[in-house]
């Protein structure tokens, strides 16, 4: 039988290209910087140990993505946010839009504070399909293997997610134009 | 297609997600209805403003020294009779990945740009103020960018085409300073922008490309040390034919 272990010399080659944005991410879901170094120094020694397991030819990213999320899921902050599910069954179909609504405007003056404030008022779940759809730019089948959830409920928690954005975002503007 | 559905298929369409045999009708709807190609528009703005705006935190330079010096700690030996052939194929397997990742980031980038400049051009037509240089006289809009860009340009001579200069204004892209004009053809309205090739470092290649996204046609193009970009919803055949005007007048 071949000899398929793999040193940490191509685990850093891997790894290491993702290190800023895998911090980016940890710190999105912890909102503590002291946090987001603990969930990525344990991520990549998990991902290290667990690394001869890693099936060459897979997506690495995906699969040290989910080591991440579900190592966060484990942690303090994960715990908390793990007692505050998602509140209603998600029924795998994108939501219906409404047309014609505030939310519907341009964002000619949304600004990136804005966008920050929205993100850090979304529930992990949803920040977090957010983040690896946006900011990652993760493929649904990606996210699918990431979240170890059906693509269905991908689609589904994006366009809720986007929902809430619009809707946090509308609310922000409502706000300043009124002061 | 109704709305109703097409608006259901905009968050897979914008995520590039949807089924090749749903895009075609699904691009045909946008072309026909305003309302649903703005709801189009402002969901690409969104993902391309939240994707700007969720890259901000950063690790310390220490804790990646301490990472990588935690993950070279617990490298394992493993010198043995077959460590030749295993190193050789590390070695082919670094050089795809690298290949791969450089192949990956360009076309990453080279879209990044791309949807950057056709925000750049809706956010022009939108604006109460689209050019700070209001002339159809290419001898007027030419000599206002002297000292604000650090290049120049020539402009086409118009008056044979269906083209109309409307002016221009200073646009950057990637930091870099670049002229976008603004040019008028039957109803619609065309940007070309021209930006430095090397000074930008905006990822493309010298190859031209021609693209369409959201009904937005775009050619893109080198010349002279110059990247010149056309963009617009007129027809590709008009988006083409301006770019012609502009290379022939590149030159003169």
Same mark, same amino acid.
Do not use: C, H, R
């Given at each position: 039988m071949a000899d398929t272990r793999i040193d940490s010399g191509s685990f850093e080659e891997l790894a290491m290209p993702l290190f800023a944005q895998m911090y980016n991410f940890a710190h999105w879901l912890t909102q503590d910087a002291s946090e987001a170094e603990d969930l990525v120094q344990e991520t990549c020694m998990k991902a290290l140990k667990g690394f001869d397991s890693f099936r060459q030819g897979s997506n690495f990213r995906a699969w040290i993505y989910r080591i991440l999320r579900n190592t966060f899921l484990t942690s303090r902050t994960g715990l908390k946010t793990a007692?505050?599910?998602? =509140?209603d069954e998600e029924s795998g179909l994108p939501e219906p839009v409404a047309s014609g609504?505030?939310?519907?405007?341009?964002?000619? =003056?949304?600004d990136y504070q804005k966008i920050q404030d929205a993100l850090e008022a979304l529930s992990v779940q949803f920040r977090q399909v957010i983040l690896l759809c946006d900011?990652?730019?993760?493929?649904y089948q990606e996210i699918a293997e990431t979240l170890a959830i059906p693509v269905g409920t991908v689609m589904s928690r994006i366009s809720r997610a986007r929902k809430a954005m619009r809707e946090a975002l509308t609310d922000a503007k409502v706000r300043s134009a009124s002061r | 297609m109704i709305c109703d559905d097409v608006r259901n298929r905009l968050s897979a369409y914008v995520d590039s997600e949807l089924a090749a045999s749903d895009l075609a009708d699904l691009e045909a709807h946008l072309h026909e209805c305003s309302g649903c190609a703005a709801d189009a528009l402002r969901r690409m703005k969104m993902k391309h403003m939240i994707r700007g705006a969720a890259a901000r935190y950063s690790p310390t330079p220490e804790f990646r020294i301490r990472m990588e010096r935690s993950i070279r700690a617990k /490298? /394992?030996? &493993?010198? #043995? &009779? #077959?460590?030749l052939p295993r190193l050789a194929m590390a070695a082919i397997a670094a050089m795809l990945l690298i290949a791969s990742v450089a192949v990956w980031e360009t076309r990453s980038d080279r879209d990044r740009a791309l949807a950057e400049l056709t925000d750049m051009h809706v956010a022009t037509l939108a604006s109460?103020?689209?050019?700070d240089v209001v002339s159809t006289d290419r001898h007027t809009v030419k000599p206002w960018f002297a000292g604000k860009i650090p290049f120049s340009f020539n402009l086409p001579e118009?008056?044979? &085409?269906?083209f109309s200069l409307a002016g221009g204004r200073v646009s950057y892209l990637h930091h870099s300073p670049g002229a976008q004009l603004l040019f008028n053809l039957r109803k619609h309205e065309l940007s070309v922008f021209i930006f430095q090739e090397q000074s930008g470092?905006?990822?493309? &290649?010298a190859a031209d490309i021609a693209s369409t996204k959201l009904a937005f046609h775009m050619e893109t193009w080198s010349e002279g040390g110059l990247r010149y970009f056309v963009i617009g919803d007129a027809p590709a055949s008009d988006v083409h034919a301006l770019s012609e005007l502009m290379k022939r007048a590149a030159r003169a």
């Open positions: 007692a505050l599910s998602l =509140d609504t505030p939310e519907s405007i341009l964002m000619a =003056d949304v900011l990652e730019e993760m493929s | /490298k /394992k030996p &493993s010198w #043995s &009779s #077959s460590w109460a103020n689209p050019v118009l008056q044979n &085409s269906e470092g905006i990822p493309f &290649s």
